[in-house]
């Protein structure tokens, strides 16, 4: 006699089958979370090394610096080295500049430290003789970071090199811009001495501004001949490196001179290629302003 199948035992097996798969998409999401999670936490590391290496900047140089690995795309750090790390062999010992401290790592980030370099010391070598010359024996890499040591020695040397440069023009510098300042103050004070002037002292009062634009525009051209000069030793002595007029003003600070206020291009090309450069072109301005004023005041009072 044949007994009838009970249908049970395949009900329970499909229902078990469903279990597991939908056990299987759970698990699947948690893994994808997880993921999402870890790259999210690693983007953040990233991040902060990135935030921490911009704090750390305490100069233009140190600006310039982590502005061009930023654009190499080697600010990042690695997730999962985000601390900094030191090591007990150096596999260039022997190779380094005779300058260098240490090397300060965070993840792939590197920071040169040196003593401070005078100028006068012999020109560090150039960081393409240094990879061509140990690329076979040190590898790519070791060959590279040896380069961008080279690099930064002499990008140092020669901001060094410029400052020593700079110090008497940047001592010279200040009562020229103290001139220029007194001059353009007065021309400006002498103009506007004129909405209180008595019409039978207008001649007297016109032949006074009259002075103070002569006054000023030479005071402001003095300056700029000089400013120029300074930016001519930039480009002399710093072919090469990230050059600011922030970085001037800071050589000539570093030179005992108070230079907040000073304007000054970056480079004597500026100078040489444009007529609005420096200050003499605000104070040429000016000096129209003040003239067309005075005619249609003129006008005015003849009516």
Known sequence: MSRAISPVPSAARHARTAEETRSARYLGMVGEGQALLARWRDAGRRRRSEVRAWQ????????????????????????????????????????????????????????????????????????DNIYAAHRTTLGPELAQELTDEYREAHRKWQIARFKTALRPLAKEATPLWNAYVTAKAAMEETFAAFDTTPDNRWKSQTLKLSRAHDAAWEAAVNWDN???????????????????????QEAAAEAGVDSTNWVIEYSAEVYRSSSMAGVHDGVRRLIDRHKKELKAGGMLRTD
């Not at 007990?88 to 370099?117: Q, W």
């Open 56 to 127: 750390s900047a305490r100069t233009v140089e140190d600006v310039a610096v982590l502005t061009a690995q930023w654009l190499r795309g080697l600010l990042h750090s690695p997730p999962e080295d985000t601390n900094v790390t030191t090591t007990t062999t150096d596999p260039l010992a022997g190779h380094h500049h005779s300058h260098l401290v240490r090397v300060d790592r965070e993840g792939s980030y590197r920071k040169f430290v040196f003593r401070p370099f005078t100028g006068e010391e012999p020109e560090p070598e150039s960081g």
């Open 226 to 248: 000089h400013a120029e000069r300074m930016a001519a030793l930039a480009d002399e002595h710093l072919a090469g490196v990230c050059v600011t007029s922030a970085l001037i």
